[in-house]
């Protein structure tokens, strides 16, 4: 018998940490990637209980889901884990999110219908959590007229849908009805507690990351090493959070689940896109390398060797975006990535750019930095504090930060 959640008494804070996560499998091909699933949200401390129909024990077994989980599958409606009871209506109190992955076309007409007569779909009835499905199932099917009116009954009903992805599918055709991967599924699940009691949902933040490309003829530009992690991890972290993120972004990284992503290269385009964006936002996070200057006239076409000997190119200096966006309720958070006087040079940007956090790292560290998974910051105010921190993960780089910019934004209220 499965005993009620108490929460890990070790392992990792984070989004999931401590959550009770009920995980539907259904009968599809795909669902030996639920085994992942179930692996990576009990990794980040959530406290997984699997329900599966008899459909999806055909495809795999239950023991896999309790050796990663350490809690027996639910499986059969008469007999659940030899719990006396109403079973299926206990484990859908203590759910804090249902996610049902993968959901197959039968499943999504079970939960659009209200049937319950297996133990996913019974205790998704009964549920008063979110719930999440991650369809898999073959083009054909997912396109039928059938499925598609299921599954606007299901949105309209608050279901949230994780995919389908479109690819090759097990039929061998391809099309839309592959199950989305296992840890964008995870991601979808962190947005979704997130926006349910992250402190900060309802909260609206600019991110910007990479660095400026700046055109010196068609094919060449002035650029920098930023690689965007930086920028997107602060954005992954904000969203898991429950904020609406915006990510401005010149980096070819994938979109974070759940996170709007307006490409641009140059500062001007950068300059605009933030322009635009903050009036409606709480917080801008300026973690983009920004280009400080640009070829002051851009070759209209290729420079050719020899054609103009040694060449030099005028300069002109851009103009300063975070120092110059503001509206009385934003927060403006930057970074100086200095090479030398790291403090001194943060403290001094601090007051010039009227930011009122500055998070100051010491590029010429190996381990921190640009393009590197890992970085080492001081966190500045504008009341004089210095808060130093260890190595951390850019993600908690992000949420320390964040923990910072909750901070202000409660005293602003
Ligand atoms: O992207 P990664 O590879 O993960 O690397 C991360 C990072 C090192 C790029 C990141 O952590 C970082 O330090 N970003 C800021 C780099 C930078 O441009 O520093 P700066 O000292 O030149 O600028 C200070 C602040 O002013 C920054 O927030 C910058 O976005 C902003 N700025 C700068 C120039 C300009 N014209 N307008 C600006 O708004």
Redesign the pocket.
Known sequence: MNAPPSGPTTGPAGPLAGRHIVLGVTGSIAAYKAVEVASRLVQGGAIVDVAMTRAATEFIAPLSFRSLTAREPYTDMFRPNGEFGEAHVELARRADLMLIAPASASMLARLAHGLADDFVSLTALATVAPVLVAPAMDAQMWEHAATQANRAMLEQRGVEFAGPASGRLASGRMGAGRLVEPTAIVDHVKARLGRERGDLAGRTVVV????NREAIDPVRFIGN???????YAVAEAARDRGAKVILIST?PLPAPVGVRVIPVSS?RELFAAVRETVLDADVLI???????YRPAQPFERKIKRGEAGDLTIELHQ??????SVSSPRLIKV?????TDDLLDNAAR?LKA?GAQLM?A?D?TAPDA???VDT?RVTILDDRGGADELPLLS?YDVGVRVLDRVAELLREAR
């Open positions: 910007t990351a990479g660095g090493h930023s690689s965007g992690k930086q920028g980096a500062h300026m973690a983009a390398a920004v280009a400080d851009n103009e300063d975006i975070i120092a930057a970074f100086a990535a200095e940007k750019k998070v790292n590029v930095g640009f393009a970085n850019k």
